[in-house]
């Protein structure tokens, strides 16, 4: 599955997620037990620098319509030179209206 991430406030997505998996963890994480594990080969689809605004609340939205409010837990670079990463589920996913 793909899916857009955006920056609070912004049309233009912020980056391109082409692969991404939606992760749901056990008990132990109650507060926010859904993570999304992605891989981009356009993670800075503008002109910013996504990685820098780890703290800022994005939305991304995946292609079967679904969306979410998440915050950059982890990122980095694959031996092809992707950007691999972990968004954190801040809430639910919550079908587009």
Excluded: C
């Excluded at 980056?15 to 939606?22: C, F, K, P, Q, R």
């Excluded at 109650?30 to 780890?54: C, I, W, Y």
Aim: glycine letters at 6%; a negative charge; zero cysteines.
């Amino acid at each position: 599955m793909k899916a857009m991430l955006y920056l609070s406030g912004k049309e233009e997505p912020a980056a391109v997620l082409d692969e991404v998996t939606v992760v749901t963890y056990n008990d132990n994480h109650q507060d926010s037990p859904q993570r999304v594990q992605f891989k981009s080969r356009k993670f800075n689809a503008g002109r910013t620098m996504t990685e820098l605004h780890r703290h800022a609340k994005m939305q991304v939205h995946f292609e079967d319509g679904r969306q979410a409010e998440v915050l950059l837990q982890h990122a980095s670079l694959d031996l092809q030179g992707n950007m691999v990463g972990v968004l954190r589920v801040l809430g639910e996913i919550a079908e587009t209206a």
